[in-house]
């Protein structure tokens, strides 16, 4: 066969041989053996050097002509099974099925609790404000009745940054910076991160706190009895006691824990005749400490001697683990969506 008619010839073999391919994988075998490198095109046109030079370029035109045409007639093709395989696709789907509801992001536990206790606070009229995380020892020790020979300023319990820099251990040193920056009276509630270095089971280094400050004239102890024993109620339900036990803060004098009847075993000490894990079966659990500020305070913000005033602080983990129930500190820093999800 002369060499233009083997050309020819090609095309109507690939029509042909087409119209048998219904996938995709054998249409490409089919490309390849067509017009790949050692395919049939490829061999006819090795040929090319067997003719008179004056044919060549004629020949070579139609060579062009047919290469056109069959990647043309399998282009077409791939484009048949495309839209053949869409459809058998729009087949498939049922639309009555019910949709996949986006991934819905929520606020963290600790934020949440944070919110509630604030605004129960707020609720009563104090302000919401925030001090730094790296703070001047002056602020977190020094004017709160703890100078430089303190125990409580120990490096073991402390991280330093530099000897006079740290990371707060407590959010009190806020209590300072309020009142260096408003006279009396005062109401202010600081929700916020503090840092020591401690870490176990029931310690991470980083935990939250929420400090509370009120001064003024002729405010006692009975005032912060009112105030805790109300938020407690707001946050616990109307049926929680509240006990306050003597401590002891640099800061405040006298000072006072807080315990609050246990809510595992409603005070009883036992769980369906087990010991109470949450409360060690004495029934109450703590939740902050507390008292009147120090007159050593007020002396270090140059407030009138003639005020007086309360301040509590509380751990955030501590209260959310007792009001949901959760029982590994872990769980607030671990970031697992299974348990994130259950406080949407
Ligand atoms: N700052 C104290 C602590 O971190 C708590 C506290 C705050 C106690 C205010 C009394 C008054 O333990």
């Known amino acids: 066969m002369d060499i233009l008619e083997t050309l020819d010839e090609l095309v109507d073999e690939t029509r042909r041989r087409l119209s048998d391919i219904a996938e995709e994988q054998a249409l490409e075998a089919l490309r390849i053996d067509v017009l790949g490198r050692k395919g049939r095109l490829s061999a006819i046109m090795g040929r090319l050097a067997e003719l008179d030079p004056a044919e060549r370029p004629k020949v070579g035109e ?14 077409t093709r791939r484009k048949d099974i495309a839209a053949r395989k869409e459809e058998e ?7 009555t099925l019910p949709g996949r509801a986006p991934w819905q992001g929520s606020l963290h536990p600790t934020t949440c609790v944070i919110d509630q206790l604030c605004g129960v606070f707020v609720s009563m009229g104090f302000k919401a404000v925030s001090g730094p995380e790296v703070e001047h020892d002056y602020y977190n020790f020094e004017a709160l009745n703890m100078p430089a020979a303190h125990p409580a300023r120990d490096m073991q319990d402390t991280l330093y940054i530099t000897p006079t820099t740290l990371l707060r251990t407590h959010t009190s040193p ?17 929700p916020g991160k503090v ?12 935990f939250h706190q929420i400090e509370g400050l009120l001064v003024g004239e002729g405010v006692t102890m009975a005032h912060l009895r009112g105030t805790l024993t109300t938020f407690v109620q707001a946050v616990f339900g109307a049926d929680t006691r509240i006990r306050f036990r003597p401590s002891f803060f640099p800061f405040t004098e006298p000072s006072a824990e807080v315990d609050i ?27 902050l400490g507390c008292g009147m500020v120090d007159p050593a305070v007020f002396e270090a913000v140059d407030y009138p001697a003639d005020v007086t005033g309360f301040a509590f602080g509380l751990g955030v983990e501590r209260v959310a683990m007792l009001k949901y129930a959760i029982n590994d500190l872990r769980m607030f820093f671990e970031n697992d969506k299974r348990f994130l999800e259950q406080f949407l």
């Open 62 to 75: 139609k060579a062009n002509a047919v290469k056109q045409a069959c990647t043309d007639l399998i282009e």
């Open 89 to 95: 696709g729009l087949a498939r789907f049922d639309p």
């Open 174 to 190: 806020v209590q300072i910076r309020s009142m260096l920056a408003s006279p009396p009276p005062l109401a202010v509630i600081v």
């Open 195 to 206: 840092y020591r270095r401690d870490s176990d089971l029931t310690h991470t280094p980083m």
């Open 261 to 287: 009847s246990c809510k595992l075993c409603g005070g009883t000490g036992n769980c369906d005749g087990e010991p109470c894990r949450v409360c060690k079966t004495t029934g109450w659990v703590e939740i």
